[in-house]
């Protein structure tokens, strides 16, 4: 009987992952937060088994989350959730640490399975993340040009490409504007941009972000 914290910033989804999770037989207590402070903030405070934690927050991250957990407590399991399939998102989280990345459209099948397995010190990879990672084994120059990206390079062009100013990414993530500014340079000239819209179009090609519900 596990003790899990899930931190997800949507109210629908966080119903949905609890009742799972109470359905499946695994779980003696569930914690619920909105957000990755609220979530380091719980970990801080008490004691879990393992960490489900959504990859597209607002504020902080889930990447950055994860990164401040594993400096909290190196060995505790973190499964990331996301909306987006295993491509693009899967090996920046198994990079910074976590234990297991599964997509929301699995969890109904899958998410018992995998708590259970990263809860006992194993890794949950689905067959979508394994062939993945066995193509970077043997990747080529074939890679997208967004792979080039740093977490936070990644992150902002993510916000940039939903429209938000500068000014609200800097907000968001407590930088300012013109440090904001320097990534958005780095990220055009990576991706071997020269505009907003150029970047958007990018982004969108790649599925590289979802639309802002209605």
């Given at each position: ?56 927050m607002s ?77 970077t084994l ?72 979802e639309l802002?519900?209605?």
């Amino acid at each position: 009987m596990y003790r899990i914290l899930i931190a997800d910033d949507h109210p629908i989804v966080l119903k949905g992952l609890t009742q799972i999770l109470e359905e499946s037989g695994y779980v003696r207590k569930i914690t619920e937060v909105n957000s990755g402070e609220e979530a380091l903030s719980a970990i801080k405070e008490d004691n879990f088994d393992i960490i489900l934690l959504d990859i597209s927050m607002s504020g902080m991250n889930g990447i950055d989350t994860l990164e401040e957990i594993r400096k909290l407590k190196p060995s505790l399991p973190v499964l990331m959730l996301s909306m987006y399939p295993e491509k693009d998102y899967a090996l920046r989280a198994i990079k910074a640490g976590a234990s297991g990345y599964l997509t929301k459209k699995s969890a109904p099948t899958e998410l018992a399975t995998a708590i259970n397995k990263i809860a006992r010190g194993g890794r949950y990879i689905s067959p979508a993340l394994a062939d993945l990672i066995a193509s970077t084994l043997t990747e080529s120059s074939d890679a997208p040009l967004h792979e080039r990206l740093s977490n936070r390079e990644f992150q902002v062009l993510r916000m940039i490409a939903t429209g938000k100013s500068l000014k609200e990414i800097g907000a968001e993530i407590s930088l300012s504007p013109k440090t904001i500014g320097t990534f958005r340079s780095r990220i055009l000239q990576k991706l071997n941009l020269n505009s907003n819209a150029e970047l958007v179009r990018y982004a969108l090609k790649h599925e590289l972000f979802e639309l802002p519900p209605d």
